[in-house]
Nanobody
Framework: QIQLVESGGGLVQAGGSLRLSCVVS???????LGWFRQAPGKEREFVAS????????AYGDSVKGRFTILGDSAEDMAYLQMNSLIPEDTAVYYC???????????????????WGQGTQVTVSS
């Protein structure tokens, strides 16, 4: 009932910035909108989330202070502003929606019900 489409990935030098976008469509209730990333040979990693009813945000330790998640429910959009990028940020980035309510955790891939197709971010040194 929810579709998510990411865009904005690309190639960037270390120290640069990118802004990822996620277009959300569908009528199903979403409690959290999250960003995850996955590099080859690594687990899917929590990046950031936003609680839709309050706007509260959370970040993974590796991106805190560098990335910012933004949500605009009126525009059915979410964003991930990525600054001070480092090569370790290279990964496929996914937008995800949790629809199972506000209880429980929201920082694991299995907490989320719908996923976008991913967008590649590559940071060169």
């Amino acid at each position: 009932q929810i579709q998510l489409v990411e865009s904005g990935g690309g190639l960037v030098q270390a120290g640069g910035s990118l802004r990822l976008s996620c277009v959300v469509s569908g009528r199903s209730f979403s409690s959290y909108l999250g960003w995850f990333r996955q590099a080859p040979g690594k687990e899917r990693e929590f990046v950031a989330s936003i609680r839709w009813n309050s706007g509260s945000t959370a970040y993974g330790d590796s991106v805190k202070g560098r990335f910012t998640i933004l949500g605009d429910s009126a525009e059915d959009m979410a964003y991930l502003q990525m600054n001070s990028l480092i090569p370790e940020d290279t990964a496929v980035y996914y937008c995800a929606a949790k629809v199972s309510g506000y209880s429980g955790r929201h920082d694991r891939a299995n907490d989320y019900n719908y996923w976008g197709q991913g967008t590649q971010v590559t940071v060169s040194s």
